[in-house]
């Protein structure tokens, strides 16, 4: 798991929301106080702060113990000494072994999930197979303008999900069309899109070895396999080329 001692060191600010919510025994959340610009700027802590943890701990750590994190803080914060468990250090590796371990095991699940469904994936009607890469794709309409090459820049727009339907990334939902060199894509792109004609719309499946790999990227899990809608709207030379 990348950037694991930037998130415990962010992530102990998360608890001011987390705190303020469950302290006290009580799941309900509390109404917040915006009587000047302190209160402001913790609130702000703890919606930033709890967006990180809510997205890359919580997913990886997820026999989460709220119980034990609010007592850890509270400890801390009181300078209550002799309930903390943990000297900083200490707490840190403890988090950096278990969170690794977790991760590992779960990109074992997914790379293993990922190959059973490319499997099953190619046995269907239309699904084609670029053999170097073992990406698959099926073609959804099919266009008639010209072929891009590995030195071009390409303008698209795509949809991007997981295996489970999960969607990490859409140039449509931006409301703008990506443009990018296909020599700095992800190989599953770069060996993909030049095999595709201007106006053409294809699905392509891309084994996480010519995606992300085992580590993953932002909200893409390690081992993951890629499932991209992908609209090849025109071909912008390289100037360099």
């Given at each position: 798991m990348k950037h694991l001692k930037t998130i415990l060191t962010s992530s102990a600010l998360a608890v001011a929301?987390?705190?303020?919510?469950?302290?006290?025994?009580?799941?309900?959340?509390?109404?917040a106080k915006f009587d000047n610009a302190a209160d402001s700027a913790s609130?702000?802590?703890?919606?930033l702060m709890g967006t990180q943890m809510h997205d890359q701990i919580i997913p990886v750590l997820e026999d989460f113990n709220l119980d034990n994190f609010v007592a850890g803080f509270q400890a801390v914060v009181n300078n209550d000494t002799a309930n903390v468990q943990y000297k900083p250090q200490e707490a840190q590796q403890v988090f950096m072994t278990v969170m690794n371990r977790l991760a590992e095991a779960k990109a074992q699940k997914t790379l293993a999930e990922g190959k059973k469904f490319l499997e099953e994936n190619a046995k269907k009607e239309g699904v084609k197979v670029i053999d170097s890469t073992g990406v698959q794709y099926i073609v959804l309409e099919e266009g008639d303008g010209a072929q891009p090459t590995i030195d071009d820049v390409v303008e698209c727009d795509y949809v991007g999900t997981l295996i489970d339907g999960t969607?990490?990334?859409?140039?449509?939902?931006?409301g703008q069309p990506a443009q990018f060199p296909l020599k700095g894509v992800i190989p599953g792109w770069s060996k993909t899109i030049p095999l595709m004609k201007v106006?053409?719309?294809?699905?392509?499946?891309?084994?996480?070895?010519?995606?992300?790999?085992?580590r993953g990227t932002g909200n893409i899990p390690g081992n993951s396999v890629l499932i991209f809608d992908v609209t090849l709207h025109q071909i912008i030379k390289d100037d360099k080329k």
């Open positions: 929301t987390v705190f303020a919510s469950c302290a006290g025994g009580t799941s309900q959340n509390k109404t609130y702000a802590i703890g919606v969607e990490f990334d859409s140039s449509i939902k931006r106006g053409s719309k294809w699905r392509i499946f891309i084994p996480s070895e010519f995606g992300y790999g085992p």
